[in-house]
């Protein structure tokens, strides 16, 4: 491509420059520069829309950007609705109440769980290959610094009085045994999947646990760490920073250190407080959460309760959760198409 590259010039642009180059991890962006060309999609469309109503105080819905995608067309939209956006309170630690209610997405997700506490199907785990010898008792260390360091891996759901609530348990409180558990590399994967699959039962347990695995008979001293946390407390996208934690903390233990981090400005459960805040009560005609139920109520109406689509197979009475992965080539021209045709519409 060897259209000029054109920098941009205007605060909307510089910010909306900056908002691309953070959220997609890229250095430079220009004004031509299309969002989906770069590498975006519409999941990271979300959290760019995010981004730029709160800088701008403005409403930026995820279409917008699918209707202009370059920094000078996104910034033409905006400049005319710039400063006109819904007054939201700042996203801060402040005083919490005596009993801290769950987020919606929280209560969502306390639901499912006590619905089947069981299921590992909310479950998120990550699998780090270490190679070399671990010191056990520092990596034990590490994860009380890391539990410390985020409410909601140490933070429990119970129901109080027909309630839900957040009783956030202190570090010293929550098992942290740290065991290096021997495996054969023929093991190695039924071993980590039986760990990764058990259940959490969110009201009673924490929802994070961890397991060290130490390869037997290798050539080189060889672990596993695999940690889990449940969907209530995380995200795909919270395991990247949770495993820079560990290790930042790991290699603080080692040399006999408490990790030097700076602590966190907002824990989950001052977020639940402002989006509480910030959503209002359904009982208020006029607060966004009322508006939300109206628009979304209006938009599912006579929507089927179940999408019937072809398989070839019966759907079978009790979900299974089972899946499996397929693999297949295509051609570069082909996938170029795919593509094309994919940011077009």
Request: aromatic share 8%.
């Amino acid at each position: 491509d060897d259209k000029v590259f054109r920098a941009p010039e205007t605060l909307i642009e510089h910010t909306i420059a900056r908002v691309f180059t953070d959220v997609l991890g890229i250095d430079t962006v220009g004004l031509d520069d299309s969002f989906f060309a770069l590498g975006g999609d519409s999941l990271v469309a979300t959290r760019v829309a995010a981004r730029l109503g709160a800088a701008l105080n403005t409403e930026i819905s995820v279409r917008l950007l699918f209707e202009a995608s370059t920094v000078a067309a996104l910034a033409t939209h905006i400049e005319q609705h710039a400063g006109t956006g819904r007054q939201r309170p700042p996203l801060i630690a402040g005083p919490r109440p005596e009993l801290v209610p769950l987020a919606p997405a929280q209560q969502r997700m306390w639901f499912l769980n006590q619905y089947e506490p069981g299921s590992g199907a909310y479950n998120i785990p990550i699998a780090i290959r270490l190679r070399g010898e671990v010191n056990v008792d520092a990596m034990r260390l590490a994860m009380v610094d890391v539990l410390r360091r985020h409410e909601s891996l140490r933070t429990r759901y119970p129901d109080h009085d027909g309630t839900l609530i957040q009783l956030i348990e202190s570090a010293d409180d929550v098992d942290h045994e740290m065991t290096s558990v021997p495996f054969l590399p023929s093991q190695l994967i039924a071993m980590v999947t039986e760990f990764v699959i058990e259940g959490f039962d969110v009201s009673t347990q924490v929802p994070v646990r961890a397991r060290l695995f130490r390869a037997v008979g290798s050539e080189e001293p060889e672990y596993v760490l695999t940690v889990v946390v449940h969907h209530i407390a995380a995200d795909g996208l919270s395991m990247a920073p949770l495993a820079r934690d560990v290790t930042t903390a790991y290699t603080a233990r080692i040399r006999g250190e408490a990790p030097s981090w700076t602590p966190l400005p907002v824990q989950y459960a001052d977020y639940a407080l402002w989006q509480r805040a910030t959503l209002g009560s359904p009982d208020d005609p006029e607060s966004l959460c009322a508006q939300q139920i109206r628009y979304w109520t209006e938009t599912l109406d006579g929507a089927p309760v179940e999408l019937r689509l072809p398989c070839d197979r019966p759907r079978p009475v009790v979900m299974s959760y089972r899946g499996a992965t397929g693999s297949y080539s295509l051609r570069a021209g082909l996938v170029g198409a795919l593509k094309g045709f994919a940011r077009q519409h």
